[in-house]
C-alpha cells in the first residue's frame, strides 16, 4: 500500500480537501482527483469523469455560490474514506436550506478514484431566517 492511501494521511487529505469545496476552490479540488476520476451524485442523477469534473463542479459553484459544508462524521480506512456532512445554500426561490449527505471516496496512490454522493437534497430542510 502506498503510504498516502493509509488512514492517517487520508484523513488529513480529505480535511484539506473539504477546505477546497468550502473556498470554492475548483483547482485545489481537482488536485486531489486521479486523471480518470469518476464524481457520481446519486440523488442527482448525475454522472461525469476525467476532463469533465472540473467544469461540473465550477458548476456546481455558480448555481450555489453560498454552498457551504459542514463535516460531522468521517471514517478513514486505508484507501477509503466515508465521510458524512450537512450542506447549506440557497434554493432558487431564495430560501436557505441545508440537507445532509454522504461521500464514499476511494483513493489509490494518494488520489480520489471515485467521489459518490448520496444526500437527501430532496428532502432539504427550511432554515429559519
Not at 37 to 49: I, L, P, Q, S
Not at 54 to 78: C, K, M, S, V, W
Not at 98 to 112: A, K, M, S, T
Request: glycine content about 8%.
Amino acid at each position: 500500500m502506498d503510504e498516502r492511501d493509509s488512514a492517517d494521511a487520508l484523513q488529513q487529505a480529505i480535511g484539506r480537501y473539504n477546505d477546497a469545496w468550502n473556498a470554492h476552490d475548483v483547482e485545489t479540488i481537482l488536485s486531489y482527483h486521479a486523471p480518470d476520476m469518476v464524481f457520481e451524485n446519486y440523488t442527482a442523477g448525475d454522472r461525469v469523469e476525467g476532463d469533465a469534473v472540473g467544469p461540473h463542479i465550477a458548476g456546481i459553484f455558480e448555481r450555489n455560490p453560498d454552498l457551504q459544508f459542514t463535516g460531522r462524521r468521517l471514517y478513514a480506512r486505508d484507501g477509503l474514506v466515508v465521510s458524512e456532512w450537512t450542506a447549506t445554500a440557497t434554493n432558487s426561490a431564495g430560501q436557505r436550506i441545508e440537507w445532509d449527505g454522504i461521500d464514499v471516496f476511494p483513493f489509490e496512490n494518494g488520489l480520489i478514484l471515485r467521489k459518490d454522493v448520496y444526500s437527501s437534497l430532496h428532502n432539504a430542510r427550511l432554515l429559519d431566517d
